[in-house]
Protein backbone atom coordinates (compact mmCIF):
# COMPACT_ATOMS: atom_id res chain seq x y z
CA UNK A 1 0.00 0.00 0.00
CA UNK A 2 2.86 2.24 0.80
CA UNK A 3 4.78 1.79 -2.47
CA UNK A 4 1.33 2.46 -4.73
CA UNK A 5 0.77 5.58 -2.59
CA UNK A 6 4.19 7.05 -3.22
CA UNK A 7 3.91 5.91 -7.29
CA UNK A 8 0.63 7.89 -7.19
CA UNK A 9 2.27 10.92 -5.52
CA UNK A 10 4.88 10.47 -8.25
CA UNK A 11 2.49 10.29 -10.99
CA UNK A 12 0.19 13.39 -9.75
CA UNK A 13 3.91 15.28 -9.22
CA UNK A 14 4.50 14.71 -13.02
CA UNK A 15 0.61 15.13 -14.27
CA UNK A 16 0.99 18.71 -12.00
CA UNK A 17 4.49 19.50 -13.58
CA UNK A 18 3.28 18.79 -17.01
CA UNK A 19 -0.14 21.42 -16.15
CA UNK A 20 1.47 24.48 -14.79
CA UNK A 21 5.33 24.53 -16.22
CA UNK A 22 6.00 27.37 -19.05
CA UNK A 23 7.89 27.37 -21.53
CA UNK A 24 10.25 30.27 -21.05
CA UNK A 25 11.30 31.37 -24.75
CA UNK A 26 7.43 30.72 -25.57
CA UNK A 27 6.22 33.09 -23.47
CA UNK A 28 8.57 36.19 -23.45
CA UNK A 29 8.40 35.89 -27.07
CA UNK A 30 4.58 35.70 -26.53
CA UNK A 31 4.49 38.57 -24.45
CA UNK A 32 7.06 40.80 -26.46
CA UNK A 33 4.95 40.50 -29.84
CA UNK A 34 1.92 41.26 -27.75
CA UNK A 35 3.38 44.78 -26.13
CA UNK A 36 4.71 45.59 -29.58
CA UNK A 37 0.88 45.07 -31.03
CA UNK A 38 -0.08 47.17 -27.88
CA UNK A 39 2.03 49.87 -28.40
CA UNK A 40 1.45 50.04 -32.48
CA UNK A 41 -2.01 49.66 -31.26
CA UNK A 42 -1.56 53.10 -28.81
CA UNK A 43 0.42 55.01 -31.53
CA UNK A 44 -2.25 54.61 -33.87
CA UNK A 45 -4.86 55.84 -31.55
CA UNK A 46 -3.14 58.82 -30.67
CA UNK A 47 -2.53 60.19 -34.45
CA UNK A 48 -6.42 59.76 -35.32
CA UNK A 49 -7.37 61.58 -31.67
CA UNK A 50 -4.57 64.42 -32.01
CA UNK A 51 -7.06 66.81 -33.98
CA UNK A 52 -8.24 69.50 -30.73
CA UNK A 53 -11.58 71.19 -31.04
CA UNK A 54 -9.38 74.35 -32.33
CA UNK A 55 -8.22 72.26 -35.50
CA UNK A 56 -12.21 71.19 -36.02
CA UNK A 57 -13.68 75.21 -35.57
CA UNK A 58 -10.79 76.37 -38.67
Known amino acids: ?14 QMSA ?3 IDYEKTI ?17 AKIIQPTLVDFLR
Do not use: P
Open 19 to 21: NED
Open 29 to 45: TDMITQESIHNAALSVG
Open 1 to 14: MDNRLQTQEIIATK
